[in-house]
Each structure stands twice: as C-alpha cells, then as structure tokens.
C-alpha cells in the first residue's frame, strides 16, 4: 500500500513538473513574440524614418542649389556688388585687430 502511494506521488510530482515546463515554455514563446512584434514595429519605424531623411536631404540639395539661391536673393532684392562696392584688403591684415571695425572704416572710406 505504501508503495502504491509513493508511485502515485512521484507520478503527480512528475506531472505536475512537466507541466511547469509546458507553462514556462508558453510564456516564454508568448514573451518572446511581443518581443519579436516590438521589434518589427521599431524596424517599421526607422524605414519611415531613413525615408523622411533622404526627402528632406533631396529637398535640401534642391533649396541650395545655386540657381535657387539667386532666385530667392532677387525675390529679396539683393544683387551683384558693382566694382565700386568691393573692398579690398591689404596683405597685412594680421596686424589689424578687429576685423569688423576694419572693414566698416575701409567701406565708409570709399563712399
């Protein structure tokens, strides 16, 4: 009789063993696919971004081009400086302390 218990426990024991193993092994497959969906959501979302990138760079190169720029300088009224308009510096300009004030008194000087 105590033999037949003994059987029967370790029987249960057994099963109820093997059955945490299939419960671990259904959560982990479950864990494992929300990982594997999360990881296909990110993918998705770095193509959509590498796609903007290069719009935004296509746009960039197109808006400085240089046939670009000068359209957009007239539409704001800029143009070509007359050669009355250059300023010229001398070779020794490294003596010249601050070069914005050096530069606005060469430009007035030639008015």
Known sequence: MRTA???KVRILTIIFFIGMIFLGM?????????LQYEINTLNKQIQE???TIRSLEVQIKSASNITNLEARAAELGLVYPGYDKIVYLDNDTAEIGDFALALMETAYENR
Request: no cysteine; glycine share 0%; proline share 0%.
């Open 49 to 51: 971004s590498e796609r």
């Open 5 to 7: 218990f003994r059987d």
């Open 26 to 34: 259904i959560t982990l497959t479950a864990h494992s696919s929300k």
